[in-house]
C-alpha cells in the first residue's frame, strides 16, 4: 500500500449556522451516527425520502483500481446541475487516473475528496442521520461512500432570482433606487457592499420546524448595545412554531406588545434605510424569502423619516418631515371634526359655508355619522382594489372609481358633496406617509376616531386622541420607549424627529436607541448652513 500524499491546503468550510434552539429539533428523526455500510446508510435514510419522488439518487463510482461505491443524493430544480456534473461528478469519476487508489482512503476518503478533488466553496461533513435529512430538505447536494460514516454536505443551490430594481411602496426622488429581493444571501451582500466594517456582525440560524427557513441577525459590534442583541437573540431563539414563510411571522412573534395597533419594529425593503438604522445602533433581521427587513428597537418618530430627507437640504427636509406629521393628523382626524362639527358645533362653521351644507345635507336620508362611515369604507374599498390589481389597472381603478362614486353618490341623494370632500382628504393624506404601515394604522384609527366624535362630539374627539397618545406612550420597542426623544423628552434628539436639523449639528448617534459609540461625525471644519 503506497504511503498517502500530502494534503493540500483545503478550503474553509462552510460556515455552519448559529447553535439551533431546542425547539427546532425534530423528534421525528433519530439522531443517531451514520453506519458504515452504504447500504445501512440507505436503509435508515428510505423512510424518510421515499415519499419525495422530487428526491434524486444517483449511484456512481470512485477510482478505477480500487473503485469505491458512492451515491449522490439532491431535490431536482434545486441545485445546479451543471456545477454538479463539472465540479463535483466529473472529477470524482475520473478520480481513477490519479496514481493513489481510492480505496487506499478508508474512512478518511470523504475529508480527503473534499480537500484534493472538489472545486466547490460550501461544504461540511457529517455524521448523524438528524443532519443528513435536514441537509437534503434544506436543498444540499449529500455525497455517501462506502467504507466511511462520514457524509459530504456541498451547497451548490441553483438560484432563480427577480431583478433587483426600486421598491414599488418606497420610492424616492433621490438616493438609492436599489431594494431587497426574495434571496437572503443577496439581501446581505447588498449591505455589506454598502457597510464595510470588519465590526458587522452576520449570524445565521434556522427558524420553523417544517420551513426552516434561515434568518440572519445584522449589527455593528462595537456600537450596537449587548443587552438589545442578547434580547433579540433570546427571542428569536424562544419562538417554537412549525412554519415562518415571511418577516411577518417573526416581527409579531418578537414584539413586546402583541395587542397594539402600532408597529413596534420597522420594516423597510431599502439597504440604504437598513444600513442608516444599523448605523445608530439597531439590530437588523432578514428573512430568507422576504424582500424586506426589520430593525429594531423602533421609535413611532421613525415611521416619519425617509432616506431622501438626508440627502435634501435641512429646510426642504424638515418642510416635507412636518407636513408628513400634519398628514398623519388629518387622516386621522378630518372625518371625526367634520362630524363633530356638523351635529354638536355648526356654530363655528363660517355663515357662507353653512347654508350650502345645511341644503345638501336636508337632501341625504342619512344621519352624518352614517354617510361618512358609508363613504370611509366605499373609499377603503377602492384604496384596496388599487393595491390587489396590476400597477396601471390599480391606478385606473383608483383615480375612475373614486371620481364615479364619489359623483354618482352626489347625484343620487346617498351623500353630500362635503362629506365626499372630506373622506376624499382623509384618503389622500394617508398617501404622504412614506411608512406603508402607518398609512395602515390611520385607516384603522379613523374609525374610533368617528365613533368617538359621533357620540360626544369635541369632547369625544379630544378624549379619544388623549387615550391614543396614552397608550403611545405606554409603548415600548425592545424595552426602549416607543415615543422617545418625545416622551421620555430627549432633548438632544429632537433635531432629527419632527423636523431634520443640520448634519453638521448631528454629531452623536441617537441617545433615545442604546449604543456603546456615541459620536459618529467627528469637528467639521466648514460652516455655514447646508
Not at 504511503?3 to 447553535?19: D, L, R, T, Y
Request: proline share 7%; hydrophobic share 45%; net charge neutral.
Amino acid at each position: 500500500m503506497r504511503k498517502m500524499p500530502k494534503k493540500p491546503a483545503a478550503p474553509p468550510p462552510a460556515p455552519e449556522p448559529a447553535e439551533k434552539p431546542k425547539n427546532l429539533q425534530n423528534i421525528n428523526i433519530p439522531d443517531i451516527t451514520l453506519p458504515v455500510s452504504l447500504a445501512e446508510k440507505q436503509t435508515l435514510l428510505k423512510p424518510h425520502i421515499e415519499r419525495s419522488h422530487d428526491i434524486v439518487n444517483r449511484p456512481f463510482t470512485i477510482g478505477a483500481q480500487q473503485p469505491v461505491e458512492a451515491y449522490a443524493i439532491y431535490i431536482n430544480g434545486v441545485i445546479d446541475t451543471d456545477a454538479f456534473n463539472a465540479s463535483i461528478l466529473r472529477p470524482l469519476m475520473i478520480y481513477g487516473e490519479d496514481p493513489q487508489s481510492a480505496g487506499d482512503q478508508g474512512p478518511e476518503l470523504p475529508e480527503y475528496i473534499a480537500r484534493t478533488l472538489l472545486t466547490v466553496g460550501l461544504f461540511r461533513e457529517i455524521d448523524r442521520l438528524a443532519d443528513l435529512v435536514r441537509d437534503i430538505y434544506d436543498g444540499m447536494l449529500i455525497i455517501m461512500l462506502e467504507g466511511s460514516s462520514q457524509v459530504l454536505s456541498i451547497d451548490i443551490h441553483k438560484a432563480h432570482l427577480r431583478a433587483i430594481e426600486e421598491p414599488v411602496s418606497e420610492r424616492g426622488l433621490r438616493g438609492s433606487k436599489e431594494g431587497f429581493i426574495e434571496s437572503l444571501d443577496v439581501n446581505i451582500s447588498m449591505v455589506r457592499r454598502r457597510l464595510r466594517d470588519p465590526k458587522l456582525v452576520v449570524k445565521k440560524t434556522v427558524m420553523g420546524q417544517r420551513t426552516r427557513t434561515q434568518v440572519a441577525l445584522l449589527y455593528i459590534e462595537d456600537i450596537a448595545d449587548p443587552n438589545i442583541v442578547k434580547e433579540v437573540e433570546t427571542r428569536l431563539n424562544n419562538v417554537q412554531i412549525d412554519a415562518v414563510v415571511a418577516s411577518g411571522y417573526i416581527e409579531q412573534l418578537v414584539q413586546d406588545h402583541p395587542w397594539t395597533v402600532f408597529y413596534q419594529h420597522r420594516v423597510t425593503e431599502k439597504p440604504d434605510k437598513a444600513v442608516m438604522q444599523i448605523l445608530e445602533g439597531r439590530v437588523l433581521i432578514l428573512v430568507d424569502g422576504t424582500p424586506s427587513s426589520i430593525s429594531a428597537p423602533s421609535l413611532f418618530v421613525e415611521f416619519f423619516q425617509a432616506p431622501g430627507d438626508y440627502y435634501e437640504r435641512t429646510w426642504i427636509a424638515s418642510f416635507i418631515r412636518v407636513l408628513r406629521y400634519i398628514a398623519f393628523f388629518l387622516a386621522v382626524s378630518t372625518s371625526a371634526m367634520y362630524i363633530a362639527v356638523v351635529n354638536f358645533q355648526p356654530e363655528l362653521i363660517p355663515q357662507e359655508l353653512l347654508v350650502p351644507i345645511a341644503r345638501f345635507r336636508n337632501q341625504v336620508p342619512f344621519a352624518v355619522v352614517l354617510e361618512v362611515l358609508v363613504l370611509e369604507i366605499m373609499m377603503q374599498l377602492v384604496i384596496e382594489a388599487g393595491h390587489h390589481l396590476p400597477g396601471n389597472v390599480g391606478q385606473t381603478v383608483g383615480v375612475v372609481g373614486g371620481i364615479i362614486m364619489g359623483q354618482a353618490a352626489i347625484t343620487a341623494r346617498f351623500a353630500s358633496p362635503a362629506a365626499v370632500i372630506v373622506a376624499s382628504f382623509s384618503a389622500m393624506c394617508t398617501f404622504v406617509l412614506p411608512s406603508p404601515g402607518m398609512a395602515l394604522i390611520s385607516r384603522v384609527l379613523r374609525l374610533p376616531m368617528i365613533l368617538a366624535a359621533a357620540s360626544f362630539g369635541a369632547v369625544g374627539f379630544a378624549l379619544m386622541w388623549l387615550i391614543l397618545i396614552t397608550h403611545m406612550t405606554s409603548l415600548t420597542s425592545v424595552g426602549v420607549p416607543y415615543m422617545s426623544p418625545l416622551s421620555p423628552t430627549r432633548y438632544r434628539d429632537l433635531k432629527d424627529s419632527i423636523i431634520r436639523y443640520f448634519l453638521t449639528s448631528m454629531k452623536d448617534r441617537p441617545v433615545s436607541i442604546p449604543s456603546q459609540d456615541k459620536v459618529r461625525q467627528a469637528k467639521q471644519g466648514v460652516t455655514g448652513n447646508q
